[in-house]
C-alpha cells in the first residue's frame, strides 16, 4: 500500500516563504509524475504544478516565478518551495503522486493536505 505524508504547512504573513514536503512510502518500484494541488474554501481543487521523472516541470500561470516545485528520487519526496506567498496562495494543498507499486500496478496516491494560511 502506498501512503504519502506531507508536512511543512502553516501561517505566514504575505511575502513570506514556506516548504512543503511529501515523502511517499510502501512497495513501489517506479514513482512517475510528482504534483501539488490546492483547494481554497469554497473552491473547487486546483493544479499547482508537477514534475515528470525526467524532471521537466509545468506550473499554474498564477505561481510562476514564486513556487519551485523539486522531488528527490532516492528519498521519494517531493517538495514545493514557495516564494512571495500572497493571500491567494491559502488553501489545503495535497502531493499527488503517479507510479507503479512491487505488482508493477499502476497507482495514484494522495497525501492527507496540509494547510496554508497568508495572512498579516
Known amino acids: 500500500q502506498v501512503q504519502l505524508v506531507e508536512s511543512g504547512g502553516g501561517l505566514v504573513q504575505p511575502g513570506g516563504s514556506l516548504r512543503l514536503s511529501c515523502a511517499t512510502s510502501?512497495?513501489?518500484?517506479?514513482?512517475?509524475?510528482m504534483a501539488w494541488y490546492r483547494q481554497a474554501p469554497g473552491k473547487q481543487r486546483e493544479f499547482v504544478a508537477a514534475?515528470?521523472?525526467?524532471?521537466?516541470?509545468n506550473y499554474v500561470d498564477s505561481v510562476k516565478g514564486r513556487f519551485t516545485i523539486s522531488r528527490d528520487n532516492a528519498k521519494n519526496t517531493v517538495y514545493l518551495q514557495m516564494e512571495r506567498l500572497k493571500p491567494e496562495d491559502t488553501a489545503v494543498y495535497y502531493c499527488?503522486?503517479?507510479?507503479?507499486?512491487?505488482?508493477?500496478?499502476?497507482?495514484?496516491?494522495w497525501g492527507q493536505g496540509t494547510q496554508v494560511t497568508v495572512a498579516s
Open positions: 510502501g512497495s513501489i518500484i517506479r514513482i512517475n509524475d
Open positions: 514534475i515528470i521523472s525526467g524532471g521537466r516541470t
Open positions: 499527488n503522486v503517479q507510479g507503479r507499486d512491487y505488482r508493477w500496478i499502476s497507482f495514484n496516491a
